[in-house]
């Protein structure tokens, strides 16, 4: 299987780890996005302080990333292989 590098804040309070994991398959309606840059907001470090309730860990902040599709899930219209894409918060 096919593994990527994420950042991770494994608990509140806790430092960034670096980490490997599986990449995953998009589901359907879905994308998966090769992300080629991503910004570390304030609502970031709020998260990895453990300020923001309801929140599960661990967790992988950066939620404004620029990249590009690199799969399409069934079910996808208006997307495609290669398309390049920006995300911010939602």
């Known amino acids: 299987m096919a593994k990527m590098k994420a ?7 806790a430092n960034f780890d670096l980490v490997e994991r599986a990449v995953p398959e998009p589901g359907p309606r879905q994308v998966r996005i090769r992300v080629r840059a991503c910004g570390i ?8 302080d453990g300020l923001l309730p309801g929140i599960a860990y661990p967790r ?18 208006g997307w495609r292989r290669g398309q390049r894409v920006g995300v911010g918060w939602r």
């Open 41 to 48: 907001c304030h609502s970031d470090v709020i998260t990895q």
């Open 7 to 13: 950042v991770v804040v494994p608990k509140p309070g």
């Open 60 to 77: 992988v902040p950066g939620h404004e990333i620029a990249g590009v599709i690199d799969e399409v899930g069934d079910g996808v219209e």
